[in-house]
C-alpha cells in the first residue's frame, strides 16, 4: 500500500491518516449505500455560533448522499491506532464536542484493539479487520443534531478533493499493509 504513494512528492501518510482514508473510501462506495456517503477527512467544522472561532477535528464526517433531510443522519468518525490514544480522547471529552452537528459518533479501530477498549455511552463502533470494516456497536442516534448555515457552508468549501496519494477503495488493509485475496 505504501507504494502508492511513491513518486508523489509528499511522505506516506501516518496509521492513522491512512486508516482514516480507507474508512472515508469505504463510506463513499456505493455498495454502503445506494449513492454512498459524502465524505470529509480531518478537517475543521467550525463552532455553530457566529464570533466563536472555537472549532473541532473529525477524523471522519459522513452524510448520506440523499435529498432526503431525514435520512442524511451525519456521523463523525474518530479513528483510534492505540489504546492510549482512545483513552486520552475518551478523558478529554473530545468526542464530546461532535455531539451538536452528529446524529452518531463512532469510533474506528483497527482489530487489534477489538477487546481492548470500553466505550462512552452512546457511542459506535466500527472496525478495521484485514480486508473489510465491520459495524460492531450502532451507538445511539442523537436526534437533536444540527448544522447551521456556517457549519453547510463549511462543508462546501471543504468538498472533498483528491489527494496526490488517492487511491481507489481495496480490500487491502491500511494497518498492516497486507495482501487479501480481493487486493
Not at 67 to 76: D, E, H, S, V, Y
Not at 82 to 88: I, P, R, T
Request: glycine content about 6%; hydrophobic content about 35%; aromatic content about 12%.
Amino acid at each position: 500500500m505504501i507504494d502508492q504513494w511513491k513518486g508523489c512528492n509528499q511522505p506516506a501518510p501516518k496509521k492513522h491518516d491512512r486508516l482514516a482514508h480507507d474508512l472515508a473510501m469505504w463510506l463513499a462506495s456505493p455498495a454502503q449505500h445506494s449513492l454512498g456517503s459524502l465524505t470529509w477527512e480531518n478537517f475543521e467544522m467550525p463552532s455553530p455560533t457566529p464570533g466563536d472561532w472555537g472549532s473541532c477535528r473529525p477524523d471522519v464526517f459522513a452524510i448520506k448522499a440523499t435529498l432526503n433531510p431525514k435520512k442524511w443522519n451525519p456521523i463523525t468518525y474518530e479513528v483510534k491506532t492505540s489504546v492510549a490514544d482512545f483513552q486520552s480522547d475518551i478523558r478529554s471529552g473530545k468526542w464530546k464536542k461532535y455531539q451538536p452537528f452528529s446524529a452518531y459518533i463512532v469510533f474506528a479501530i483497527p482489530m487489534h484493539l477489538t477487546g481492548k477498549i470500553e466505550l462512552p455511552p452512546g457511542c459506535g463502533l466500527i472496525v478495521r479487520y484485514s480486508n473489510y470494516w465491520s459495524r460492531e456497536v450502532r451507538g445511539k442516534r442523537n436526534k437533536d443534531w444540527t448544522l447551521t448555515d456556517r457549519q453547510w457552508m463549511n462543508l462546501c468549501l471543504k468538498a472533498r478533493n483528491p489527494s496526490p496519494w488517492e487511491f481507489k477503495y481495496t480490500t487491502k488493509s491500511p494497518v498492516d499493509n497486507s495482501e487479501t485475496a480481493d487486493g
